[in-house]
């Protein structure tokens, strides 16, 4: 589904602003005296003509745990549900609600966060239906003082997924009456005729992964280790807009809307607080990284910093994490382990480096990595009597998932003589090869075919009659090489090729075709891109 907010709702960087500072007339204190509450519903199935999403669950079971771990969210004030009906989720809302009235010593925070499938008139919980007004009206008829509602939804597609149902005009969450208490913020993953959208790579969608990124400390702009919804909403918006920028579905805008009476400003988590299970850790400036939970890129992702945050912390429980950079020329990644208490400080020489060529060979790649090659090469003669012909080629690379092609046009000279006659070969030739590396930490090596053609050049110098003669020549073959990356996408390698020569001659006024097998050789420096 997808959705907009009235009357700012453009989401872009100066309706931010205008949320900062209307976040900054509400709740002075992060957490004295207030009792916060949530509802946190995900839902992966939708109607039978929708397709079945992979994170909206796991996106909500995310958001539950940064707001019990890190939002002084009480375990028995929370309710989190996962695939359930509509029935359940209204009345799961309507018992908090209850809850709430009860409650008369501390100021109230209720929180309502849906992800799954929606469209214009209402949420898709399986094969039910929960109307978009009534959602509001439940949300509305909070006592608290404070509410936020977040909806991320959308349609459904593949890889990076739009996330929701049908493609239908988008539900408008408005605020266009007072509440009973204080104010009230409606949050959505996107703007009018955008989608929503989900990401394999991120394990979740783009909205809920930024808006948890931010809660564990990425948002936190002014270091005070207390995130608020202003720099949550900033934080969440700026990622969101950036990586959705390449993908198919195209740029998705969150946006929300607001109503407030009051002061001061909404904490929503406190990252900078340590307790007996957490730790923080701090990430360098320089690049990107995210985080996965457990000791690889299998693990689920637990949160991410951008190259351009202020913040570089992040609060996360004890135990093992795997850690990818993303900078300009290459990744660094590898294993961290955080203790409670301590501040984790990550540092570059304990990565290991990938370079992107080396990425996209593993799978790892949305496209490929190209390649520059130039160097020396050898080989030995292909004709009667003669010598290593030697020269340089040029060469184009292109790393694709598992396999890599490269073309190369050759150029060699070699000369010979004897007591009646000297003789120079030369070649051009131009080759094909496909091949399959395998990249460890300190090299690459590379198995593979080669086809390739070209032109045989001789030229005689003797005291009786030798014309120059041009034969063409076709060549097949095997081919092995290593290769080390170096700085800035630099390279150097080496390799070999087994090349079958196949040509005609001239035997006894007959034309046959001879083969002739020639090791070639080659040294090379190359630059990806």
């Not at 946190?40 to 199935?45: E, K, R, S």
């Not at 002061?263 to 007996?276: I, K, Q, Y």
């Not at 593993?362 to 003669?386: C, D, E, F, W």
Request: net charge negative.
């Amino acid at each position: 589904m997808c959705e907009h907010g009235n009357p700012v709702d453009e989401g872009d960087p100066v309706n931010a602003w205008i949320l900062s500072f209307l976040l900054m007339w509400f709740g002075e204190n992060a957490y004295a005296g207030v009792t916060r509450f949530a509802v946190l519903v995900g839902n992966n199935q939708g109607r039978a003509d929708e397709v079945t999403l992979r994170y909206a669950e796991s996106d909500s079971e995310r958001m539950y745990d940064v707001l019990k771990d890190l939002g002084g969210f009480r375990p028995e004030n929370m309710l989190l549900l996962q695939g359930e009906d509509s029935e359940t989720v209204r009345q799961a809302i309507v018992s908090m609600n209850e809850r709430v009235r009860t409650q008369t010593d501390s100021e109230i925070v209720m929180v309502v966060y849906y992800s799954g499938h929606a469209d214009a008139e209402a949420l898709h919980l399986g094969r039910t239906s929960l109307k978009i007004d009534e959602l509001q009206k439940l949300v509305r008829g909070s006592a608290a003082e404070f509410r936020l509602l977040m909806v991320d939804a959308c349609r459904s597609g593949a890889v990076t997924r739009v996330k929701g149902g049908t493609p239908v005009a988008p539900f408008v969450l408005s605020v266009d009456e007072k509440l009973p208490g204080e104010g009230a913020v409606f949050l959505t993953s996107s703007s009018v005729n955008e989608d929503a959208q989900e990401s394999d790579a991120l394990k979740g969608s783009f909205f809920t992964h930024f808006f948890v990124s931010a809660l564990l400390g990425a948002a936190d702009e002014n270091g005070d280790g207390n995130v608020d919804l202003a720099e949550a909403y900033r934080f969440s918006y700026d990622q969101t807009l950036r990586a959705t920028s390449a993908t198919v579905a195209g740029i998705q805008h969150p946006t929300f809307h607001y109503d407030f009476r009051g002061r001061g400003n909404v904490v929503l988590t406190t990252p900078g607080a340590f307790s007996a299970k957490r730790a923080q850790l701090q990430l360098p400036l320089g690049r990107s990284y995210i985080v996965f939970r457990g000791g690889g890129r299998g693990g689920p992702v637990v949160g991410e910093i951008d190259l351009h945050s202020s913040s570089r912390k992040m609060s996360l429980e004890a135990g093992l994490y795997y850690v990818v950079g993303r900078g300009a020329q290459h990744l660094l990644e590898g294993q961290v382990v955080v203790t409670a208490g301590e501040t984790r400080l990550v540092k570059d020489s304990e990565l290991r480096r990938v370079e992107y060529a080396q990425l996209v060979r593993k799978g790892g790649g949305a496209r490929a990595m190209h390649a520059l090659q130039g160097g020396y090469g050898l080989r030995t003669s292909v004709i009667s009597g003669g010598t290593v012909c030697q020269g340089g080629f040029l060469g184009y690379q292109a790393n694709l998932r598992s396999l890599s092609l490269t073309t190369r046009v050759y150029g060699c000279h070699a000369e010979h003589s004897n007591d009646t006659l000297t003789a120079s070969d030369d070649e051009l030739a131009f080759t094909e090869r496909l091949s399959h590396f395998w990249d460890f930490p300190a090299i690459s090596l590379e198995l593979g075919l080669e086809v390739g053609g070209g032109v045989l050049f001789q030229k005689f110098e003797t005291s009786g009659v030798a014309p120059s003669r041009k034969t063409g020549a076709g060549q097949l073959g095997a081919s092995f090489g290593i290769a080390r990356e170096l700085r800035w996408g630099l390279h150097v390698g080496a390799d070999a090729s087994l090349m079958t020569y196949v040509f005609p001659v001239q035997e006894d006024g007959k034309v046959k075709v001879a083969g002739r097998v020639a090791p070639r050789f080659g040294l090379y420096l190359g630059k990806h891109w």
